[in-house]
């Protein structure tokens, strides 16, 4: 499915050299104005700025920073530069569009030879600044003439921004599947394909439990709340719901974890045995199974009661697990770390290099507020760090997500990259040529009505990995795992997401993109 705006005005789009190409070499019988900007939301003034330069000019270029240069907020722009050429494309004024994947619009003014590039007014008002003026030395090189458009009327088009992002999930989707080619049916036919595939997890396993409660009172001499007790849930977490998530699926799973000599031993062997997942647990009678237990006071978490003992693993259990590792025939491993104690400097190395030859290999390190380093997982062909945890691994609070992802990208050394960004989507990354147009792409969130955000990114990293071992594509993993993430948060509690529940909501955003 192409959205509109690319089937009707896509071949306005066009690369720096198919225009000089159809423009022919300076000087031309049809003289050529160009425009150059962001243009992240096309406003009043943006379109007064086109038309005027249009009225000089036989034919409108409209020049557009790429995504990876655009540095005034840390998630803009809001809208990817695809979707953005395409709103400008389909403009009537607008004869061209290039995406312009270099930081400054220099070297495309160079090979285009515009006869006029057109500044907006705001530009020389004080003084030309020095961006301006390097613009205006490389047009008068080669005979070519600047023309700055009426000021009277300027719009910030990044502060309509920021008094409300622009809502465009579907739009983003669509541009996606455009660039991929893909239609909805392959993302069905991709669901239906992910059965079959032997997946050996290997990591921290955490009962998570709620315990529900109604508020009695409070006493009147100290600050403590008296509850009544309700009920109690357990549910099984960490890389135990990855493994629940990845059999859910279709995948053949094997987990291998370290549980303690406690009830919670036999409740996660127990759980996962239901859920169609082969249990291997290393069983350490010196630490507890961890327990996470929050306190939930008429819908409202209270406070959370965590059993948990996070030393590193001894060497005997380090051996064991590399056994388990070496030995289990499998198409893939997934490594999920909670840094509770199997995962830490010493460990990793030894547990990667156990990982047999030729097994596709998967990171997950949610550390939460914990110490660990998605880097430490050099290599792997996917990785799926959050924004928080891919900020710790490069001491880097500041920079935008793009150039965030790049950078860790480059520093895991891996071959895909997702990074989940919450109620934001994912960013996914795929190639070490930053500059290129493909190098990455953005997929918003497909939540609706949010009930519980925690384990949304253990049902992403099941769909996700699945999906780029049998489609080798990572924008069907991408948009897969993101819809199974979806699924998670609108529900309570760690419960494995299922593919029809995967269908059911493929279905309801193709609907609404067709408008029905």
Request: proline share 4%; aromatic share 6%.
């Amino acid at each position: 499915m192409r959205s509109e705006l690319a089937a009707k005005y896509g071949h306005k789009i066009k690369t720096v050299e198919e225009l000089v190409r159809a423009v022919g070499p300076f000087p031309r019988s049809k003289r050529i104005i160009m425009c150059h900007g962001v243009f992240d939301v096309v406003h009043p003034g943006h379109l007064r700025h086109l038309v005027y330069a249009k009225s000089k000019a036989d034919l409108l270029v409209v020049s557009i920073t790429s995504d990876q240069h655009i540095d005034k907020g840390k998630y803009r722009p809001h809208v990817p530069h695809d979707l953005r050429a395409q709103n400008l494309a389909a403009l009537e004024a607008v004869d061209f569009v290039i995406i312009d994947t270099n930081p400054n619009p220099l070297a495309n003014i160079a090979a285009i030879k515009p006869d006029f590039f057109a500044k907006g007014y705001e530009y020389v008002a004080s003084g030309m600044p020095q961006k301006t003026a390097a613009e205006a030395e490389v047009v008068a090189g080669y005979g070519g003439e600047m023309i700055f458009t009426p000021g009277d009327i300027v719009y910030s088009s990044s502060k309509l921004i920021e008094m409300a992002p622009p809502s465009i999930k579907l739009e983003k989707l669509l541009a996606v599947m455009d660039r991929f080619g893909l239609r909805f049916d392959d993302l069905r036919r991709a669901v239906d394909g992910l059965g079959g595939r032997r997946v050996h997890v290997v990591g921290d396993t955490i009962v998570d439990s709620l315990t529900e409660t109604t508020l009695i009172g409070g006493q009147t001499k100290t600050p403590t709340l008296s509850v009544r007790l309700d009920q109690r849930r357990d549910f099984i977490g960490g890389a135990a719901i990855v493994a629940g998530h990845l059999a859910a699926a279709g995948g053949r799973v094997k987990f291998s974890t370290v549980l303690g000599d406690d009830p919670f031993r036999d409740f996660v062997v127990r759980e996962l045995q239901r859920l169609g997942v082969d249990c291997d647990p290393v069983v350490d009678k010196t630490r507890p199974t961890t327990n996470k237990n929050a306190i939930v006071t008429d819908g409202y978490r209270l406070l959370k009661i965590d059993t948990v003992d996070n030393r590193t693993i001894s060497n005997d259990v380090l051996e064991r697990l590399r056994g388990n590792i070496s030995r289990v025939a499998t198409d893939c491993v997934v490594f999920s770390d909670f840094r509770h104690g199997i995962y830490n400097r010493r460990t990793i190395p030894d547990l990667i290099k156990a990982i047999p030859a030729g097994v596709f290999r998967v990171a997950d390190s949610q550390v939460a507020s914990r110490w660990g380093n998605i880097i430490e997982f050099k290599g792997f062909d996917l990785i799926t760090p959050n924004e928080r945890e891919a900020r710790f691994a490069l001491g880097d609070q500041d920079s935008g997500v793009r150039p965030l992802a790049s950078a860790l990208y480059d520093a895991a050394e891996c071959k895909t990259l997702i990074l989940k960004l919450g109620d934001r989507g994912a960013l996914t990354c795929r190639s070490t040529d930053h500059e290129s147009l493909d190098s990455y792409f953005v997929v918003d969130s497909f939540v609706e009505r949010l009930v519980d955000p925690v384990g949304a990114g253990d049902a992403l990293l099941a769909y996700a990995t699945l999906a780029l071992m049998t489609t080798s594509s990572d924008a069907i993993a991408t948009i897969l795992g993101s819809i199974a993430a979806a699924c998670a948060c609108e529900r309570d509690g760690n419960v494995p997401v299922v593919p029809e529940e995967v269908r059911a909501k493929i279905d309801h955003v193709e609907r609404q993109c067709d408008y029905r």
